[in-house]
């Protein structure tokens, strides 16, 4: 639980103070550590000490002022939650702050966010899974935005829930998630949030002409869904926004076999669709006035007598021939009958598709940043306000014609890889071919979705990217902070 109060207000077991290196911190032992160099208020610092009534203060570097990011104030709070875990801290407290280039609502959401985010852990596989779930109370602020201050409060943990949803879809094995699980639980988060789900079997794909989508489907003993999910929150407006999610719940790479070393990964190849399902959740719950639609063509990419092999050439809803010249180059082929359809059946007027799509992106941009293909200029400043306000990077890609001749096909009108040289950006190019006149966004998570190793704030596995930025794309909030 989360409230707002005036600093004279409350007793608490502990207190969370944000410090920065370079601000006075109106706190006399602040001043103390800082005179010592014990505790400086440097990004990643963290201090604590009883008091004399035998309760704790626990201390947070945030860095240099005009240096912090939204990012930076989440990642903050996480670390004096996680510490007040170790103490077994119930009751706790944690100081408002300026923040550069946030407004109260942007710094209260992000306080909000660390919170909800600090205890999550994947552990429900293990014998000892408590969850730490302390009672925390935001002190100081404008007092006159108080409520607002509150609203923010409950915005900030929905979308923190559909954050942790994401997660745990990546997080789950795939003999636990698997196409028709998967369906069952996006099913499952539009009853309890408030969004229409619908799931067409195998034979509903095949009437609705989706041919890629069933020869990557067709290896495995699992059979494809396709799930659907629409949120109509304004019936005054007719204008719709489309989330399409690469739902691959598990990736061999077909008879292009990746090696052994990166498979036990590839449970994580849902995550575009974690993601949409996540932000779709968030979006319910928030009752936010957009309509959006949802899509996921899920399935396995698997061997077997009748996988798809390479030098196939193969159907898609939008009537394209494509040559297959490598079956792990297979979420493209899914992802372009699910843009197809969201085009064609649901009507909407512009497309965000989101995909662990290419290890080039990694190459490319690393792990703390998603790429961008777009046909667009302004969808896409959307997309990087959007960013500024959930903390997420992302990095604009090329879409320039050169580019087309590397998947342009030797024997149908296409091919669904274009080789080592810019394969980011000819993926998302591919998908491209498939979204007709309207205003799109490729973004590839393959680096961003997954960590390998974790860290202080968030642990290895899922990390619910780019649920927040979905999120602030499609509601456009006025304030535009940092």
């Known amino acids: 639980m989360m409230q707002v109060k005036d600093l004279t207000v409350g007793s608490f077991e502990g207190a969370i103070t944000l410090v920065y290196e370079d601000k006075p911190a109106n706190n006399e032992t602040v001043d103390i550590l800082k005179s010592k160099k014990v505790f400086e208020g440097k990004s990643g610092q963290v201090f604590y000490k009883t ?25 903050a709070v996480i670390r004096g939650i996680k510490q007040a875990e170790k103490l077994k801290i119930n009751e706790l407290s944690i100081n408002f702050i300026k923040a550069n280039g946030l407004c109260t609502g942007g710094v209260t959401k992000s306080i909000a966010q660390g919170v909800k985010l600090a205890s999550y852990k994947f552990d429900k596989y293990k014998g000892n899974n408590e969850v730490y779930t302390p009672n925390v ?48 639980r996006a099913v499952e988060a539009g009853k309890e949030s408030g969004f229409e789900v619908e799931v067409f079997d195998e034979k509903q794909i095949e009437a609705l002409g989706m041919k890629a ?37 598990f990736d061999t790479g077909g008879y292009s076999l990746k090696p052994s070393t990166s498979m036990d990964t590839m449970k994580s190849d849902m995550g575009g669709a974690a993601a949409v399902i996540g932000t779709m959740q968030a979006l319910a719950k928030n009752k936010v006035e957009k309509n959006v639609v949802a899509v996921v063509a899920a399935c396995e990419n698997a061997i077997s007598g009748g996988s798809y ?28 009958d699910a843009v197809t359809y969201i085009i064609e059946k649901e009507k909407v007027d512009k497309v965000v598709d989101v995909a662990t799509l290419t290890g080039a992106v990694l190459v490319a941009l690393g792990t703390e940043v998603t790429g961008v293909v777009s046909n667009n200029d302004e969808f896409y400043d959307e997309l990087i306000v959007a960013a500024r306000r959930s903390g997420e990077k992302f990095w604009r890609l090329p879409n320039d ?33 498939f979204v007709q006149d309207k205003p799109w966004l490729h973004l590839d998570i393959a680096g961003t979705s997954w960590s390998d190793s974790g860290n202080d704030t968030t642990p290895k596995g899922g990390t619910g990217a780019p649920v927040a930025t979905l999120y602030e794309l499609v509601v456009k909030h006025e304030c535009k902070h940092k």
Do not use: Q, W
């Open 51 to 75: 008091t004399s009534d035998l309760n704790y203060e626990i201390f947070v570097g945030l860095g240099k002022y005009e240096e912090l990011e939204r990012t930076d104030l989440v990642n």
């Open 137 to 184: 109370t935001i002190i100081g602020g404008p007092k006159e935005k108080f409520d607002k201050m509150r609203a923010k409060i409950e915005e900030a943990s929905n979308v923190a829930d559909g954050i942790i949803l994401a997660r745990d879809l990546v997080n789950e094995p795939a003999n636990i998630l698997y196409p028709e699980t998967l369906a069952e």
């Open 213 to 249: 989508f069933l020869e990557v489907a067709k290896g495995s003993v699992h059979k494809p869904r396709l799930i659907v999910m629409r949120y109509m929150g304004n019936e005054n407006s007719d204008e719709r926004v489309g989330l399409v999610g690469k739902g691959l719940t």
């Open 309 to 336: 092999k390479p030098g196939d050439i193969i159907g898609s809803m939008a009537g394209k021939t494509i040559e297959v010249l490598n079956t792990d180059a297979e979420g493209r082929l899914t992802l372009v």
């Open 401 to 433: 014609k050169c580019y087309k001749k590397l998947y342009k096909g030797d024997f149908a009108d296409l091919k669904n890889t274009g080789g080592r040289y810019g394969g980011s950006i000819t993926a998302g190019m591919f998908i491209g071919e």
